[in-house]
C-alpha cells in the first residue's frame, strides 16, 4: 500500500458525459501528478501540482482539467468523453517538487462506452 | 512521447534465475526510477538511482546507470513467481521546472515456478 488513495476503482459511462477522479496523496507529499495508461499510448504524464499550484504540464486534452485543494488532495476532471479516453488513470504523490520518488496509487479505470 | 526504450519487451524465465532488463532514453537527466506493475495493478516504487550514481542495490534489486550511453538495467536476482509482473523504467529529465516522470514501454517479466 503506497499510502496514495484514489476513487473511484472503476467507472463505467457514456460518450459525451463528465467524470472526476479523485486522489488523496500521502501525508505530508505536496506534489501530486496524474499519469494516464492506455494500450496504445502507454503510461504518460498529465499534470502536476505542487501545493495547490499547477508546475507542469504533460499530454493533458484541453478537455481535461485538474486541481488541488488547500487540504492537497487533488481531482481530474473529464469532459465530453470519447471512446478513445477510456484507460487507467493513475495518481502519484511525493514529498518535493523534484527529483524524487513518485509513489502511485492503485489507478481509476475508466471505460466509455 | 516515450523516452525510453525498454529491451526486451517480453521475459519469460525460471525460478531461482537472474532477470536482467534494460532502458535507453534520449535526453539529459535528474534520476532514473524503476517501477512494477502486476496486471492492471498500480505501479510499486523499486528504486530511484540519480544522474550523478553508477549503481544501487535494494534487496535481490541492482540498478545500473550509464549517462553517457543514456542506458540503465535493472537486475532481478533469484527470481520468484510473484516478481512476475510488467516493469517499467522512467526519467525525470533535467529540464522540466516539475518532476514529471516519462515511462518506457516495459518489460513483461514471466518467472515459471
Known amino acids: 500500500d503506497s499510502g496514495v488513495t484514489q476513487t473511484p476503482k472503476h467507472l463505467i459511462t457514456a460518450t459525451g458525459q463528465r467524470v472526476t477522479l479523485r486522489c488523496s496523496p500521502r501525508s505530508g507529499d505536496l506534489s501530486v501528478y496524474w499519469y494516464q495508461q492506455s494500450l496504445d499510448q502507454g503510461l504518460q504524464f498529465l499534470i502536476q501540482?505542487?501545493?495547490?499550484?499547477?508546475?507542469a504540464k504533460g499530454n493533458i486534452l484541453e478537455r481535461f482539467s485538474a486541481q488541488q485543494f488547500p487540504d492537497l488532495h487533488s481531482e481530474l476532471n473529464l469532459s465530453s468523453l470519447e471512446l478513445g479516453d477510456s484507460a487507467l488513470y493513475f495518481c502519484?504523490?511525493?514529498?518535493?517538487?523534484?527529483?524524487?520518488?513518485?509513489?502511485f496509487g492503485p489507478g481509476t479505470r475508466l471505460t466509455v462506452l | 512521447s516515450q523516452q525510453g526504450e525498454e529491451d526486451p519487451q517480453a521475459l519469460s524465465i525460471q525460478e531461482g534465475e537472474n532477470a536482467t532488463m534494460n532502458c535507453s532514453y534520449k535526453?539529459?537527466?535528474?534520476?532514473l526510477q524503476w517501477y512494477r506493475q502486476n496486471s492492471g495493478r498500480g505501479l510499486v516504487h523499486l528504486i530511484l538511482?540519480?544522474?550523478?550514481?553508477r549503481e544501487k542495490h535494494s534487496g535481490r534489486l541492482r540498478v545500473t546507470l550509464d549517462t553517457s550511453k543514456k542506458s540503465s538495467s535493472l537486475l532481478i536476482t533469484a527470481s520468484r513467481a510473484a516478481d512476475t509482473a510488467s516493469y517499467f523504467c522512467a526519467t525525470a529529465t533535467a529540464y522540466n521546472a516539475g518532476n514529471m516522470l516519462t515511462f518506457g514501454g516495459g518489460t513483461r517479466l514471466m518467472v515459471k515456478p
Open positions: 502519484a504523490s511525493s514529498v518535493l517538487a523534484r527529483d524524487n520518488e513518485q509513489f
Open positions: 538511482i540519480r544522474s550523478n550514481e
Open positions: 535526453t539529459s537527466i535528474n534520476n
Open positions: 501540482y505542487y501545493n495547490g499550484e499547477e508546475r
